[in-house]
């Protein structure tokens, strides 16, 4: 009997796993058993790592074979376990010698000849290895720029079974990560392109200051999807933090892009209205995987046409927007994935959106409410900035008489903006923006403001105007417009202002 092991990962969520792939060669009829809670995918690793073996000028063991997967209660799901079974079961037969091995991460999964083939979510796999006190990993060379992310690792880029075992042997050492040029940035979309719409530039350029989420509703043409389009160029770039959390997603979801591994743009996600909500928030057979809302996360989530999406769509965002987590739970375990997102919805008056002339919109009454009502009052009543916009005059499409504000100018505002809240609010809380203080610490006697400052807000709600939540998303929306007037804290005049840009009739 021969007994190997080889260190490996698997993923519970966004959070790596340790695992230990445990191999033993007995005497018995040959075959090959996989314990410890395998997917299909692992249980076909079989076949696919016996015939990377016998390619890769290996010799197979025909004696009985057990690979167990430690610890046997977590499930375990994927190909990234190939490459480890493949050397726990040469390391068993006593022809591979281990030890080169030992608290080192091996991750990959092997092609029927002998290539080493990327898998998803590596970043976080490493980044778990590594807090576990491991200094080196073995990794597809297709994840290996991805994998150099984590600090503290050294990181060995294997394109082959071959050159693996050869690394172990002492034969040739595998490659450092290859150089990553990086794809060219793409030029960004500019505020400045933006006609007109003076309140919606606004409503903009306040959203991206305090993190809030913004409604623009309007006639077609009228700029809501331009708006939008260009707020990810309002947003500073995320930090190291931020980016190995966005990084780490997108690798859970297959979507990095290979030569750009750390991603520093706030990502933007625009799902078409047909997506479903599994496509939405995240779902799948097994394991839920992240949808539009997490891949977005710390960035902007456009939900264009929000009326034709589905009202069960919809709604499945009400709960996350307040978290900033979505959970998603299933047969087979329970999967929390970060939903730190702006949403941004967009909405035409009536399903036909025509314009008044020759052809005016003939919808009723009756049909414009149905319509309207789409988009639920408890999911709007989450938005913190709600804005018609006019259309637009052909003065406005054709005037230059005064020059437009660039994304630059405007995104130097918003950044000195977000400093001073963090600067705030950095004694008693961990946040980024305005939008993720809790109403309770605006009421505080610290931060309350002054009643004559805050009358016609208290007004509004004394009446059911406004809701107790609609009442905080108002003052953290006046609290930025301060911070962008370089202000210590908003006045009456802030106040008013939150409630003109949460005034939107569309409902």
């Not at 073995?138 to 075992?165: C, F, M």
């Not at 505020?191 to 306040?206: F, I, N, P």
């Not at 919809?314 to 978290?323: A, G, I, N």
């Not at 730190?340 to 009756?366: E, I, K, S």
Request: charged share 20%.
């Amino acid at each position: 009997m021969s007994y190997a092991r080889v260190l490996c990962a698997g993923l519970d969520g966004v959070t790596g796993e340790l695992v230990e792939v445990e191999a033993m060669l007995a005497d018995g009829l040959p075959g090959v058993t996989v314990t410890g809670l395998p997917d299909s995918a692992l249980n076909e690793a079989r076949e696919r790592v016996r015939a990377a073996i016998t390619n890769s000028g290996e010799t197979w063991p025909m004696r009985r074979i057990i690979i167990n997967l430690y610890p046997a209660d977590l499930r375990k799901r994927g190909s990234g376990f190939d490459l480890s079974m493949a050397l726990a079961v040469l390391g068993g037969t006593g022809t591979l010698p281990l030890a080169a091995l030992d608290g080192v991460l091996v991750l990959g999964e092997l092609g029927l000849d002998g290539e080493v083939r990327p898998v998803r979510g590596v970043l976080p796999m490493v980044a778990a290895a590594a807090r576990a006190g491991a200094v080196e990993a073995v990794v597809p060379t297709a994840n290996a720029a991805e994998a150099a992310l984590v600090p503290g690792v050294r990181v060995y880029a294997a394109d082959s079974l071959a050159a693996v075992t050869a690394h172990i042997r002492g034969i040739t050492a595998l490659p450092d990560p290859p150089p990553v040029a990086g794809p060219p940035a793409a030029a960004e979309l500019d505020l400045a392109d933006v006609a007109g719409q003076d309140m919606g530039r606004l409503a903009v350029e306040v959203a991206a200051a305090g993190g809030h989420h913004l409604a623009l509703f309007g006639a077609p043409g009228a700029g809501k999807t331009m708006l939008a389009q260009r707020l990810p160029s309002l947003l500073p770039r995320l930090d190291d933090g931020a980016a190995l959390e966005v990084t780490a997603l997108h690798s859970i979801a297959g979507v990095l892009a290979p030569g750009a591994p750390l991603v520093r743009r706030p990502p933007y996600q625009a799902p078409h209205h047909t997506a479903s909500v599994a496509a939405l928030v995240g779902g799948g057979s097994g394991v839920p995987r992240p949808g539009a809302l997490s891949l977005a996360h710390r960035g902007v989530l456009f939900l264009d046409e929000a009326p034709e999406f589905t009202r069960h769509a919809l709604d499945s965002l009400r709960q996350p927007l307040e978290d900033g987590i979505i959970t998603l739970g299933r047969s087979r375990g329970v999967v929390a994935y970060p939903a730190r997102v702006q949403l941004v919805l967009a909405a035409n008056p009536c399903p036909c959106a025509r314009p008044a002339g020759d052809v005016a919109c003939g919808c009723t009454a009756h049909t414009k409410r149905r319509y309207r009502g789409r988009v639920s009052g408890p999911l709007l009543d989450r938005i913190d900035i709600q804005l018609e916009l006019p259309p637009l005059k052909a003065a406005h499409l054709f005037t230059e008489s005064a020059p437009r504000e660039p994304s630059r100018t405007v995104a130097a505002r918003v950044a000195d903006a977000r400093a001073a809240a963090v600067a705030r609010w950095a004694a008693e809380l961990e946040v980024r923006t305005n939008a993720e203080v809790p109403g309770t610490v605006l009421r505080r006697r610290r931060w309350k403001l002054p009643e004559p400052v805050t009358w016609e807000l208290r007004k509004r709600l004394d009446q059911g105007v406004l809701s107790a939540r609609g009442f905080d998303r108002v003052l953290r929306v006046a609290w930025t417009l301060g911070d962008l007037a370089g202000l210590d804290r908003p006045g009456k005049e802030e106040i008013n202002i939150a409630l003109e840009l949460r005034r939107g009739s569309w409902q």
